[in-house]
C-alpha cells in the first residue's frame, strides 16, 4: 500500500470509530475494535491518486532514453497509432519505479535467495527499481561492445529488435540482471502502462483502449447486453471522466 | 507479555465467507461472539466504489485488495527432492486479506458438489474397480453426503440470491439446468443472468454436439435481490469487474453485502482488525484450545480467551495455524502417517480461444460468473471405462471480462510484442471468445503442507511450504477435457482456434485459480482426517476449522458453495449438539 493510502485509511479510521468505548480504549489507532454499527463516515475514500505528469521522477536521461526507444519497439506507433511511447508508457514506468511497485513494497523480499526452477517463480533480489537500473546499464554496455559504440536507443530499429529478441531468448547474458526476468518485467509494464486507467501516466487519450474498442472504466453496460454482435462504438471513459468532460481555460 | 482479554464464548480467526456466517449463526443463539481479523476494515462506499472500482491496475496488476507476501507467504516446491523457495509474489492464486476476505473479490461462481463426489473414493472403487484408484492417490469420502448438506447448501443460496436455473428439483429432472446435479429441495432465488453473445455461441454449438448447456449458477445479481437477512443487493450492471475486484454497485454476495449489516448491529457480537491471530493456546492436556494469541498493528500482543474457537481464515492460514499451534498430528508424506497438511489439492485449468471474422463479441459487457456450463465431462458423469483416469470438470462459455491488460487474445503463431502483434491484439479484441475447462485434483501422498524449515514471516513464524504438483491423473483428464472443449470450440465455426493444454509440472507464476483445498481435511477416521464431520478437531474438540481445507480431494467445481453450506452445516451442529453437551461430536 503506498503511503497516501494509508494516510486516507487514517483519516477513513478516525472517522469510524463506533461502538463501544470501552472497548477501543485500549486498542492503539491502526487495529479497530468494531461493533454496534457498519463503519462509515461521509465523504472519505480510499480512491487512486493520479499521478503529476511532469518529467520524471526515477528514470535517469541515459534511462530514458533507453526505456522510450524500447518500448517503442514493444509497442510501436503505426498506421494503426499511437504506440507506448506516444501513449505516454514511459512516465508510466517511471511512476511505477518510482512508487511501491518499483520498490516491491508487497513482496517477500527475505533471504536466503535461491535459483529455483521455472515453477517457482522470480527469485531476484533485486527490486523492479534496481532492476530496470541495473539491466538498462548492462544491455547498454552490451550495446557499446557490440554495435560499435552506441547505446541502445542509437541503434537501428532491427538492431534493437535484434537484442530485445536476446533479452527476451536469454541469449544475451546480462553482468548484474538476469536478462530474461528484466524483459519479462519491462514488457508487462508496458502492457501495463499501454492498456491501463490515465491516471497513473500511460493510455495516453485512451490510445490503447481506442485501438482496440475497449470503452473504459464504465460500470453499467446493462442497454448493450442484448446486443449481441453489435459493434457498440462506445467511446472510452477514464476514471477521471474524458477530456471533453473538463472544460477548458 | 500478552495483555489478557475477557473471555468470549466463541472466537473467530478470520473473517471472510465462514466467519461471517459462524458470527451470524452463533450469536443469533445468543453466543458472546469475537472475530479477529488480520487485515483491515472495507466496504463497498470507500474501498471498491463505483466511481474508480474499474481498475485494473490498481486492484489487479497491484494487488491492492490481496494478503500481501511481504507479511506473509508460503513457500513451494513441485516435489520432496526441491527445496522450496519463497513465493515471492502472488501469481497461481490470490488469497485476500481483510474483512470479507477473498470472498470481496472472488467471480461468484456458486456451484453445488455432486452427489458423487463426496464418496469419491467408495462411488469409484465401486464402479471401476479397487485398480481405479492408485496406491498414492490419498482420496477419501468426505463423512457428509450430498443429501446432508443440501438444507445448507440451499441457506447459503438464498443468503447470496444466487441467480440460475435449478436441473433437479426433488429429483425430477428440469429444462435449461444441469441434468446431472443433485436433487435440490427448490429452484434458485433468482432466474439466471441475461446471457451475452460469447456463451451463447457456446451454448448453441454444445447443444449441437448434443450437450446440455446451462447457465453458470452466479453470486451477481441478475436483478434486485432481499436476502432472509434483510440485506439488499442491486441488479448486476455487467461492467466486467468481478474477479480480483471488489463489486462497487452492491451487486455481488459477499459477507459485506449479506450478512454484515445485521451482524454488526448485534450487541453480542465485536470484530477487531487488523489484528494477527498467531496461535491457539491449549492446556496442558494438550486436549482443550483455551485461547488464541494475537499481535495488533503496533505489536502488541493480546491473548483472547474463549469457549470455542474456530478457525475461519482461508484454507491455507487455516492449516498453517494449525501447525504453529501443535493441533494434530503433522503430516510426513514419507511415512504417510499424519493428518495436518494432508490431502493439500488445487484445481487443473486449460483453455481454448476462438477467433472470428465476423462476429462482435464485446467481451467488456461481462460478469464475474456469466456464462454456460457443460458438465457432461466433470466428476462421474460419464463412463471413464479405459482413460485411465477418475474425476473431470466442466468446460465453461463464461464472458467474465474484457480487461485489456489482461484479455487480448492473440492467435497462435503471433509474436508477444512489436508490430505484428500490436495489430492482432487490434483485430481480435472485440472477435475473439475464450472456453476454459475447470478440472478436479485428485489427493495425493505426495502433495502436501508443512512447515518451512528456513523461510520466516513478519512475526518471525515459520512460513508454511507446499508440495504440489500435477500427477498422470489431472494431466489425463484435462487433455480429455481440453479435447471435448475443442471440438465444442470447432463447431463454433470460429476462423481459427488456439488449444492451450497443461503440460508439465504446476508452476506457482501464472494466475489459474483460488481454489486451494485440503490439509485439514473431514473425515470418519482420526488417523486420515483432522477433522470429523461437523468440522471437528479430533484432537481438540472446542477448535473447529472451516473452509476448503476440510476437502479430502478437489471436485471440479469452484469451491464457493461447498464452502458456505459446510459452514452452515458445521454451525447446525454446534448450535443443536454441540452447545448442549460440550465435546466431540463423533466418537473417535
Not at chain 2, 512447515?451 to 494431466?475: A, K, Q, S, V, W
Not at chain 2, 490439509?519 to 476448503?548: C, E, H
Request: aromatic letters at 10%; a neutral charge.
Amino acid at each position: 500500500m503506498a503511503p497516501h493510502d494509508i494516510s486516507r485509511r487514517n483519516i477513513l479510521s478516525a472517522g469510524l470509530v463506533v461502538g463501544s468505548a470501552s472497548a477501543l480504549g485500549h486498542l492503539p489507532s491502526e487495529s479497530k475494535t468494531i461493533a454496534g454499527e457498519m463503519p462509515w463516515a461521509p465523504g472519505v475514500a480510499n480512491a487512486p491518486e493520479p499521478i503529476t505528469p511532469d518529467g520524471y521522477q526515477f528514470v535517469s536521461p541515459d534511462e530514458a532514453a533507453f526505456i522510450d526507444a524500447a518500448i517503442s519497439r514493444l509497442i510501436p506507433a503505426d498506421e494503426l497509432g499511437a504506440g507506448a511511447r506516444e501513449a505516454g508508457v514511459a512516465t508510466f514506468i517511471d511512476r511505477q519505479l518510482a512508487g511501491s511497485f518499483g520498490a516491491a513494497e508487497t513482496w517477500y523480499m527475505q533471504g536466503p535467495w535461491g535459483e529455483g526452477s521455472k515453477s517457482q517463480g522470480y527469485q531476484t533480489r533485486l527490486t523492479p527499481a534496481q532492476l530496470y537500473r541495473a539491466a538498462i546499464k548492462a544491455i547498454d554496455e552490451h550495446c557499446h561492445a557490440t554495435f560499435s559504440g552506441k547505446s541502445f536507443a542509437e541503434l537501428a530499429p532491427a538492431q534493437q529488435d535484434q537484442v530485445l529478441t536476446g533479452l527476451e531468448k536469454g541469449e544475451i547474458k546480462l553482468k548484474s540482471a538476469e536478462a530474461v526476468t528484466f524483459f519479462e518485467t519491462l514488457l508487462q509494464n508496458t502492457i501495463e502502462g499501454f492498456f491501463s486507467d490515465p491516471i497513473y501516466g500511460g493510455n495516453r487519450e485512451m490510445a490503447g483502449w481506442k485501438l482496440i474498442g475497449f470503452p473504459g472504466a464504465r460500470y453499467d453496460y446493462r442497454p448493450y447486453v442484448a446486443k449481441h454482435g453489435e459493434k457498440l462504438n462506445l467511446p472510452p471513459v477514464g476514471i477521471k471522466g474524458r477530456a471533453e468532460w473538463t472544460p477548458r481555460g | 507479555m500478552a495483555r489478557k482479554l475477557p473471555s468470549a464464548d466463541v472466537v473467530l480467526v478470520g473473517f471472510g465467507w465462514t466467519g461471517a456466517i459462524l458470527g451470524q449463526e452463533l450469536t443469533d443463539a445468543g453466543l458472546q461472539v469475537v472475530a479477529i481479523e488480520r487485515g483491515s476494515w472495507r466496504d463497498t462506499p470507500t474501498d471498491f466504489a463505483v466511481t474508480f472500482a474499474q481498475d485494473e491496475l490498481r486492484y489487479y496488476w497491484r494487488h491492492a485488495l490481496f494478503q500481501q507476501p511481504a507479511r506473509e507467504t508460503l513457500t513451494f516446491r513441485n516435489n520432496a527432492t526441491e527445496t522450496a523457495l519463497p513465493m515471492r509474489r502472488l501469481g497461481s492464486f490470490l488469497p485476500g486479506t481483510g474483512v470479507g476476505g477473498a470472498g470481496i473479490h472472488w467471480n461468484g461462481m456458486t456451484f453445488r458438489f455432486l452427489p458423487s463426489d463426496f464418496i469419491a473414493k467408495s462411488h469409484n472403487t465401486e464402479r471401476y474397480g479397487a485398480d481405479a484408484v492408485p496406491a498414492d492417490m490419498t482420496i477419501q469420502d468426505w463423512g457428509v453426503t450430498y443429501d446432508e448438506l443440501e438444507p445448507y447448501y440451499d441457506k447459503f443460496e438464498y443468503l447470496c440470491g444466487i441467480a440460475g436455473k435449478a436441473g433437479n428439483i426433488k429429483g425430477k429432472i428440469q429444462d435449461g439446468g444441469n441434468p446431472f446435479e443433485g436433487a435440490r429441495s427448490r429452484d434458485y432465488p433468482t432466474p439466471p443472468m441475461d446471457m451475452v453473445y460469447g456463451p451463447t455461441l457456446f451454448a448453441n454449438a454444445a447443444k449441437e454436439l448434443g450437450h446440455r448447456p446451462f447457465p453458470g449458477p452466479s453470486a451477481n445479481m441478475s436483478r434486485a435481490y432481499t436476502n432472509p437477512l434483510g440485506a439488499q443487493l442491486a441488479p448486476c450492471t455487467y461492467c466486467g469487474f468481478c474477479e480480483k475486484y471488489g463489486c462497487g454497485n452492491y451487486s455481488k454476495a459477499s459477507a459485506q453485502t449479506t450478512i454484515l449489516p445485521v451482524l454488526l448491529r448485534k450487541d453480542n457480537f465485536e470484530l477487531r482488525t487488523e489484528s494477527e491471530v498467531t496461535r491457539v493456546n491449549l492446556d496442558a492436556s494438550g486436549k482443550r484450545a483455551v485461547s488464541v494469541t494475537y499481535v495488533d498493528a503496533q505489536g502488541q500482543e493480546y491473548e483472547q480467551p474463549g469457549e470455542l474457537i474456530i478457525l475461519c481464515a482461508y484454507q491455507l492460514h487455516n492449516v498453517r495455524l494449525l501447525l504453529l499451534s501443535g493441533i494434530g498430528t503433522p503430516y510426513d508424506s514419507a511415512t504417510g502417517l499424519g493428518v495436518v497438511g494432508r490431502n493439500y489439492a488445487y484445481q487443473i485449468t486449460s483453455s481454448v480461444d476462438v477467433f472470428f471474422d465476423d462476429k462482435i463479441i464485446n467481451p467488456f459487457i461481462g460478469a464475474g460468473s456469466l456464462g454456460m456450463i457443460v458438465d457432461e465431462f466433470n466428476g462421474d458423469n460419464f463412463d471413464h471405462t479405459g482413460l485411465g483416469f477418475i474425476g473431470g470438470g466442466y468446460i465453461a462459455g463464461w464472458n467474465t471480462n474484457g480487461r485489456p491488460i489482461e484479455t487480448h487474445r492473440t492467435p497462435q503463431g503471433v509474436p508477444r510484442w512489436g508490430e505484428k502483434w500490436k495489430r492482432a491484439v487490434a483485430e481480435n479484441y472485440l472477435k475473439s471468445f475464450s472456453l476454459a475447462t475447470h478440472g478436479a485434483v485428485m489427493s495425493h501422498r505426495a502433495n502436501a503442507l508443512d512447515l518451512d524449515p528456513t523461510y520466516r514471516d513478519i512475526l518471525g513464524r515459520p512460513l508454511m511450504r507446499m508440495t504440489f504438483d500435477f500427477t498422470d491423473n489431472e494431466h489425463r483428464m484435462s487433455d480429455y477435457l481440453t479435447d471435448r472443449a475443442a471440438e465444442i470450440a470447432k463447431a463454433m465455426r470460429p476462423r481459427e482456434m488456439k488449444v492451450t493444454k497443461r503440460t508439465g509440472s504446476y508452476s506457482i507464476v501464472p494466475y489459474q485459480t483460488t481454489h486451494n483445498t485440503g490439509g485439514a481435511i473431514m473425515g470418519t477416521d482420526p488417523k486420515s482426517s483432522a477433522i470429523n464431520r461437523y468440522l471437528q478437531s479430533w484432537d481438540v474438540p472446542n477448535v473447529f476449522v472451516m473452509g476448503s481445507t476440510a476437502f479430502p480431494q478437489n471436485p471440479g467445481y469452484n469451491p464457493t458453495g461447498t464452502v458456505g453450506a459446510l459452514a452452515y452445516w458445521a454451525a447446525d451442529a454446534i448450535k443443536t449438539q454441540y452447545m448442549k453437551n460440550p465435546g466431540p461430536l463423533v466418537q473417535a
